[in-house]
């Protein structure tokens, strides 16, 4: 069994800050590249960043300058650190994987997803 599981959700005012971490555990042979996404309330899920294995790095324009996304890779962890924080960032947070798995099997992996609520 492989499964993600993200932390660091909460409540911000506009402006602030978070940091979201999503460590990938279980039965891995390797982790690729890693991502997250997020989904408003009566919005389709969005792509918001991802790092691949050798640490290249993409981000949707809207939080360019504003998020960070790293990784660890020993640890099967990414980060996705969140400046200047506004209310459309308001959004559940998934976490997303492709791993390779010990056993044959799907490789595409979704966390269960953290709620981020901007607003003051």
């Known amino acids: 069994q492989v499964q993600l599981v993200e932390s660091g959700g909460g409540l911000v005012q506009p402006g602030g800050s978070l940091r979201l971490s999503c460590t990938a555990s279980?039965?891995?042979?390797?982790?690729?590249?890693m991502g997250w996404y997020r989904q408003a309330p009566g919005k389709q899920r969005e792509y918001v960043a991802t790092?691949?294995?050798?640490?290249?790095?993409n981000y949707t324009d809207s939080v360019k300058g504003r998020f960070t996304i790293s990784r660890d890779n020993p640890m099967n962890t990414i980060y996705l650190q969140m400046n200047s924080l506004k209310p459309e960032d308001t959004a559940v947070y998934y976490c997303?994987?492709?791993?390779?798995?010990?056993?044959?099997?799907?490789?595409?992996?979704w966390g269960q997803g953290t709620q981020v609520t901007v607003s003051s």
């Open positions: 997303h994987a492709y791993i390779i798995p010990l056993i044959t099997g799907t490789n595409s992996y």
């Open positions: 279980g039965s891995i042979f390797r982790v690729n590249t």
């Open positions: 790092i691949t294995r050798d640490l290249s790095t």
